[in-house]
């Protein structure tokens, strides 16, 4: 059974940093997609990124050239660096993981099977 663990989330001011990792375990799929998704109270779930095996990303719109998506494949671990943080970048964050074997599977995946508990992002203005 695949488990994620998401850790990194915190309170910053709008400019500033933080870098989010997702630790996972239980997973003998070597072709997989992950990403990372956010929510805010009150507001439906948000894209933020994915990357495949082959570190291959895609980026939502509102985070595209401040957020950084990598991965080491050898620790099993996903990071999100985010930069010049906004307030609009509040919400819980969770990273998710699902197999598949191509990239253009990845992208078009809308049913992440394996979820993590989430860590909180708070910017404030």
């Known amino acids: 059974q695949v488990q994620l663990v998401e850790s990194g989330g915190g309170s910053v001011q709008s400019g500033g940093s933080l870098r989010l990792s997702c630790a996972a375990s239980?997973?003998?799929?070597?072709?997989?997609?992950m990403g990372w998704f956010r929510q805010a109270p009150g507001k439906e779930r948000e894209e933020v990124a994915r990357?495949?095996?082959?570190?291959?990303?895609r980026y939502g719109e509102n985070v595209k050239g401040r957020f950084v998506l990598s991965q080491d494949v050898s620790a099993s671990t996903m990071y999100l660096q985010m930069d010049n943080l906004k307030p609009e970048d509040t919400g819980m964050y969770y990273c998710?993981?699902?197999?598949?074997?191509?990239?253009?599977?990845?992208?078009?995946?809308?049913?992440?099977?394996?979820w993590g508990q989430g860590t909180q992002v708070t910017v404030s203005s």
């Open positions: 990357i495949d095996r082959f570190n291959n990303t």
């Open positions: 998710a993981a699902v197999g598949v074997s191509t990239w253009q599977a990845c992208i078009s995946e809308v049913n992440f099977g394996a």
């Open positions: 239980g997973y003998s799929d070597s072709s997989y997609c």
